[in-house]
C-alpha cells in the first residue's frame, strides 16, 4: 500500500489525486488529522486513517501494512522535530519498507534557516535505518501569490531577494514528482534537488502580474528587517515572519535557485510555466 501524511493539504491532497491515476484506491492510504476532513477520498474508494503528528499513538496504526509512505514535512513551526521524530518511530516499528521526506532544496548544504528542521529530520531518518529517499523540494510559485489580490489593489509586490533568481515550480510539479518516487522501484538512498526549470526575480513575477491583470504591479525590495516587519503587520506568526524574510535574504544570493532540471526529468515534462500559475491565481 502507498501512504501520504498530511493528505488533505495543498501537497498532499495533489500526491493523492495523481496516484489515483494509476493505483487502485483501496491501495491508498490518506494519512490525516482529521478523518472528517478526507470524506472526498473516502467516497473515491481511498483507505482513511488518522495519523497526528502529535499523537504518536495513532501513527503506527496508520503505518499498518504500508509499503511506501509519502512522509509530508510538518508545518507547525517550532515543534516539527518531536512531531517528525515520532513519523520515523511510527514508520520504523510498522516496517514501511520505503519512506520519502519532503525536505527543502540542497537541506545539506542551505543557509536558510527553514532547513535546520529538515537537516535534523534527514538524519534521523538516516540513524533509524529505514530505506529512505529525500525529495528536496524548492520554492513553489503559489507562495509568492498568496497575497496576489493585495499586490492588485495596492499596486505593488514586496520581498526581499533584490535581483536573486528563484527556480519556481508549481506545487502540483512537486506532488507529480512525490507520486513518481512512490511508483518507482530501487529508490532507497536517493535525494533528488527539485526546483522549477527557470530562473524568475521577483521583479520578473510583479511583470508578469503586470502583464497579465492589465494593472501595473511593481516590485518593492526591503531590507530583511523591513520585509519581516511588514510580514508582521500582515498578522502572520513572529517565527514565520522571520523564516519567510531570511528566505528571501538568501535568495538574493542564489539559495533557492537551482538549474540542474531534476524536477522535469523525474515528472517526464516541462514544469510548471510561472505564467500559468499567475494565469491561476488571477482567476482565483
Not at 500500500?1 to 495543498?10: F, I, L, P
Not at 530501487?186 to 521583479?203: I, K
Amino acid at each position: 500500500m502507498h501512504a501520504v501524511t498530511g493528505a488533505t493539504g495543498q501537497l498532499g491532497r495533489l500526491v493523492i489525486e495523481e496516484l489515483l491515476k494509476t493505483v487502485p484506491p483501496g491501495e491508498i492510504v490518506a494519512a490525516v488529522r482529521d478523518p472528517a476532513k478526507a470524506e472526498a477520498f473516502a467516497a473515491k474508494g481511498v483507505v482513511v486513517r488518522q495519523a497526528d503528528y502529535n499523537r504518536p499513538e495513532t501513527l503506527r496504526s496508520a503505518f499498518a501494512g504500508v509499503d511506501k509512505l509519502l512522509f509530508v514535512s510538518s508545518n507547525e513551526l517550532g515543534g516539527r522535530a518531536a512531531q517528525h521524530q515520532a513519523v520515523i518511530d511510527a514508520a520504523e516499528a510498522a516496517g514501511v519498507g520505503l519512506v520519502a521526506y519532503t525536505s527543502i532544496l540542497h537541506a545539506d548544504r542551505s543557509s536558510l534557516k527553514l532547513a535546520d528542521d529538515h537537516r535534523q529530520t534527514e538524519a534521523a531518518l538516516r540513524s533509524s535505518g529505514l530505506p529512505a529517499v529525500l525529495l528536496r523540494n524548492g520554492w513553489y510559485t503559489e507562495n509568492y501569490l498568496m497575497a496576489l489580490h493585495s499586490a492588485l489593489e495596492h499596486g505593488a509586490m514586496a520581498g526581499a531577494a533584490r535581483m536573486g533568481r528563484i527556480s519556481l515550480a508549481a506545487r502540483a510539479d512537486y506532488a507529480a514528482a512525490a507520486a513518481a518516487v512512490l511508483l518507482l522501484s530501487d529508490q532507497a538512498g536517493r535525494t533528488y534537488e527539485l526546483a522549477g526549470d527557470d530562473g524568475w526575480t521577483l521583479a520578473d513575477l510583479a511583470g508578469e502580474v503586470t502583464r497579465q491583470s492589465g494593472k501595473t504591479v511593481a516590485y518593492h525590495d526591503l531590507s530583511q528587517a523591513d520585509y519581516e516587519a511588514m510580514l508582521a503587520g500582515a498578522g502572520l506568526p513572529p517565527l514565520l515572519c522571520s523564516l519567510l524574510a531570511d528566505a528571501d535574504a538568501k535568495a538574493a544570493g542564489g539559495a533557492l535557485l537551482d538549474d540542474e532540471r531534476a524536477l522535469s526529468r523525474l515528472i517526464g515534462r516541462p514544469t510548471t510555466p510561472v505564467a500559468q500559475t499567475v494565469t491561476t491565481a488571477l482567476r482565483g
